[in-house]
């Protein structure tokens, strides 16, 4: 039987919400990664420092007895976060900005309806170190779904990055060709991260043979020939891409629903996946910078010195969640064996 050891990992993209479903969802991240980027895109969205150490507590309590998990904070940039706000947040020791266009997902009617305004934000952001973590889409209603992150780069990361050269940005959940390309021929202080379902599955898994709401995540999955490239970049070893699972969870009806919400539940087996995708790929040896190194290296922290052991024995990855209430939610991949198990 195979084993491979790594230094414990990361999740650079992540969903916990709030309330009850913190206690499935903490734990289920804690199981496997030693710190993770939480997402502000809460009801309502987390917006300043005293809102990010309040969620940051009610995450830690909600910790395994004798975890010692680490969640890093974010906060959902609007059009009227100041200078001010950026610079209390790096005094809180909140980890980065989230910049979600307006209308982009779930949860982002409150922010950003133009960049430009916030240019200013951006270069203090520069001059403190603090990263902008980017859902990088166009929301305009012309645009076809398939095409907005294409455009996003083109309108407006593109110039971004022009103007603010100094700024480091994560480009979140790429999910196409142009995106790992644009992020190659960046500085090193752009990076993005990437999620099992883009690097697993096309856009047929949503759309043929039925429609598939578990596989609706946004960005919505592309043409294979992007999940190609972007699984090439990470067999490649390149620093500038890491892990971030972008695990979204969504009850039952509300995915089974005439209107799905965007978001696969994957922490129930993210890394055991990424080990799979890594061993399909022949490139087993590149999983533990992907997943441990490059990361904690783009945010300047240092890297876990705990280890994880997964070792090459199927299992099933479970066909529901039960939650508190009776109503369950569908993890990512449900009902399919996984090959690698977390020992
Ligand atoms: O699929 C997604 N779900 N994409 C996002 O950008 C947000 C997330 C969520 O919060 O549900
Ligand atoms: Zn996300």
């Not at 710190?35 to 150490?53: C, D, K, S, T, Y």
Request: hydrophobic share 40%; aromatic share 8%.
């Amino acid at each position: 039987m195979r084993a491979i050891t790594l230094r414990k990992p990361d999740d650079w993209h992540l969903h916990f919400r709030d309330g009850q479903m913190l206690n499935e969802t903490v734990p289920a991240t804690a199981r496997c990664f030693a710190r993770a980027i939480v997402m502000p895109n809460l009801v309502p969205p987390v917006v300043n420092a005293e809102q990010a150490l309040r969620y940051k507590q009610r995450i830690m309590d909600a910790r395994p007895a004798g975890s010692d998990f680490m969640p890093l904070m974010t906060l959902y940039l609007t059009d009227q976060t100041s200078v001010a706000d950026i610079r209390a947040a790096v005094e809180s020791g909140v980890s980065a900005v989230k910049l979600y266009p307006a209308g982009a997902t779930t949860n982002s009617d409150a922010a950003v309806t133009g960049l430009t305004p916030l240019y200013p934000v951006f270069e203090e952001m520069a001059e403190l170190g603090m990263p902008l973590l980017i859902h990088g889409e166009v929301t305009d209603l012309q645009t076809d779904i398939f095409d907005r992150e294409k455009q996003f780069i083109d309108e407006h990361l593109a110039p971004l990055t022009q103007a603010v050269s100094g700024l480091k940005i994560v480009f979140e959940h790429i999910t196409t060709a142009d995106a790992a390309d644009f992020v190659l021929s960046c500085s090193e202080r752009v990076g993005a991260t990437i999620t099992p379902q883009h690097l697993m599955l096309d856009r047929n898994d949503l759309l043929v043979g039925g429609i598939r709401p578990h596989n609706y995540c946004l960005p919505i999955l592309k043409r294979n020939t992007h999940k190609l490239r972007l699984q090439e970049v990470i067999k490649s070893g390149s620093s500038k891409f890491f892990l971030g699972t972008d695990s979204a969870p969504h009850t039952r009806s509300a995915k089974e629903s005439p209107c799905g919400c965007a978001g696969c539940y994957s922490a129930w087996s993210a890394i055991e996946l990424y080990a799979q995708i890594f061993d399909d790929l022949g490139a087993l040896d590149k999983l533990e910078a992907f997943a441990s190194e490059h990361g904690p290296r783009f945010y300047g922290l240092d890297m876990n010195s705990q280890r994880i052991t997964l070792i090459e024995q199927d299992w099933v990855i479970p066909e529901h969640i039960k939650l508190w209430d009776g109503e369950t939610i569908v993890p990512f991949y449900a009902g399919q064996t996984c090959r690698w198990k977390l020992q």
